[in-house]
C-alpha cells in the first residue's frame, strides 16, 4: 500500500511539475505556450445590469509591464465564446472576435453554421471596438446594435494563487502552503476581452444553466 | 485515380471557360471563405493545468465539450486519487467517479437567475467572477474529504483576492500594471 502511494505521488509530479509556469489555464499545453493563442482564464457572470450577462476571455498570461506595451492580439487568431442552451455541450450560440490591426469585431451572438474545432466568421459584424493602448487613461469601449458592450486591451490579471509554493509541495520540497501565500500573478498583466451581453440573446437554458467555454483558434 | 484527377481537371478547366465565357466582364472573385482551428479551450479555471497529464494537453485542448467526459474521466480519476490518494468524497459530497465525471467535461455552469459564483458557501458552479476564490475551492474540494476539515495545510493557498480592486461596472477587470 504504502508503495502504491509512493508511485502515485510520483505520477503526480512528474504530471504536474512539468518545469513551466502554469495556473488556472495560463500556459497549460505545449502547442500554445508563449502564443498569442493561450487562453489564460474564462469568467462568466452577472452585469452591473443584472438583464445581462458578461463574458471575459484572457490571454497572453504573465506580461510584466514592461512587456505590456508591445503585446498585440493576433489578426490570425479567432476568440471564440461557445454558449451550450441545450444542455448537450455542443454550442447552439457562438460570439466570436477577431482583431484587424486596429479594431477588436465582434460576431453573435449566433447560431454557428457548424460546430467543434472548425470555424469561419459567422454573419455580419455586431459591435466593434478600437483595442485599447497600454496606458490610456480610460479604457476604450463601445456598444453593439444588439445591445453587446465590448472591450479590448491589456489588463491586470485578475487571477490570483501561490503558485510557487504549489509548485514545492507537488515537487515535494514542501509540505503545505504559507499563511500568508504569496500571488504569483501579483504586478502582471494579460490582453483581456469582455463582452457584455443582453441575457435575452442567448435563450433559456435546458436545465436552468448555460454552459459555456472559449477557444482560441488559428487562421488556416 | 490519376484518371479521375485528369478528369477532374478537364471537368474543371471546362468550367472555367464556360464560366468565363458567360462573365466574360466581371472581375468577381468568388467570396474565399477563411477557417479557423486548433489553439487553446478552458471551461473551468485550473482543469487542464491539474487533471491532464503532460502527455494529454493538447489533446485536451483539442476535444470538444461533449466527447471529453468518455475520453478522460477514468484519466481524471487516476489523476485525483494521485492527487490525493486518501480521497473518498468531498464537500459536494461527490465520489471520485462523480467528481472526475463532472470536472472531465470541461465546461462552466452559468446560469441566468441565480448569483453568478463558483462556490460562494450557498451556489455551486453557477458562473465564475473575477473575484472568486477558485483556487481554494478547487484545493477543498480535491483535498478536504467530505467536512472540507482533511490535509489542511493543502485546502487553502491563503490568497483570497487579486492583488488590485476590480471595478464595479464595464469593463471589470483593472488598469493594467
Known amino acids: 500500500m504504502q508503495k502504491k502511494n509512493i508511485f502515485a505521488v510520483a505520477v503526480a509530479v512528474i504530471a504536474l511539475a512539468g518545469g513551466i509556469v502554469w495556473a488556472s489555464d495560463h500556459v497549460d499545453a505545449p502547442a500554445v505556450i508563449g502564443q498569442s493563442t493561450d487562453i489564460t482564464d474564462l469568467y462568466a457572470f452577472q452585469g452591473a445590469t443584472a438583464s445581462n450577462l458578461v463574458f471575459v476571455v484572457n490571454t497572453q498570461g504573465l506580461l510584466a509591464p514592461s512587456a505590456t506595451g508591445a503585446a498585440k492580439f493576433d489578426a490570425n487568431t479567432l476568440i471564440q465564446i461557445n454558449i451550450d442552451n441545450t444542455g448537450d455541450n455542443v454550442e447552439d450560440l457562438v460570439i466570436q472576435a477577431i482583431y484587424d490591426g486596429t479594431n477588436m469585431k465582434f460576431y453573435g451572438p449566433v447560431a454557428p453554421s457548424s460546430t467543434g474545432l472548425k470555424s469561419k466568421l459567422e454573419g455580419a459584424v455586431t459591435a466593434q471596438v478600437a483595442v485599447t493602448a497600454y496606458g490610456a487613461a480610460s479604457p476604450t469601449m463601445a456598444t453593439g446594435a444588439n445591445g453587446m458592450q465590448v472591450f479590448a486591451g491589456p489588463r491586470d490579471d485578475p487571477f490570483f494563487f501561490d503558485l510557487n509554493q504549489y509548485h514545492k509541495i507537488i515537487a515535494g520540497t514542501a509540505t503545505g502552503f504559507n499563511n500568508p501565500g504569496s500571488d504569483a500573478f501579483a504586478g502582471t498583466n494579460v490582453m483581456g476581452l469582455v463582452v457584455e451581453v443582453p441575457k435575452s440573446l442567448l435563450g433559456t437554458p435546458t436545465g436552468g444553466k448555460f454552459n459555456v467555454w472559449a477557444q482560441t483558434k488559428k487562421k488556416i | 485515380m490519376k ?38 479551450a478552458i471551461g473551468r479555471p485550473a482543469i487542464n493545468t491539474v487533471f491532464v497529464t503532460t502527455a494529454d494537453k493538447d489533446n485536451f485542448n483539442g476535444t470538444i465539450p461533449s466527447v471529453m467526459g468518455a475520453a478522460f474521466q477514468t484519466k481524471f480519476k487516476t489523476q485525483l486519487l494521485a492527487l490525493n490518494p486518501g480521497y473518498t468524497t468531498n464537500a459536494l459530497t461527490l465520489t471520485a467517479d462523480q467528481f472526475t465525471g463532472l470536472l472531465s467535461t470541461d465546461v462552466l455552469n452559468v446560469s441566468p437567475t441565480a448569483k453568478t459564483t463558483f462556490f460562494d458557501g450557498t451556489n455551486v458552479l453557477t458562473g465564475r467572477a473575477l473575484a472568486d476564490d477558485v483556487i481554494h475551492t478547487e484545493l477543498l474540494l480535491v483535498f478536504g474529504g467530505p467536512a472540507g476539515t482533511s490535509n489542511p495545510t493543502l485546502t487553502d493557498d491563503h490568497v483570497p483576492a487579486n492583488d488590485k480592486a476590480f471595478l464595479t461596472s464595464f469593463p471589470y477587470m483593472a488598469s493594467p500594471w
Open chain 2, 3 to 40: 484518371k479521375i484527377f485528369k478528369n477532374l481537371y478537364l471537368v474543371a478547366a471546362v468550367l472555367v471557360v464556360a464560366g468565363a465565357s458567360c462573365k466574360k466582364d466581371s472581375t468577381t472573385t468568388p467570396p474565399v471563405v477563411t477557417y479557423y482551428m486548433g489553439g487553446d
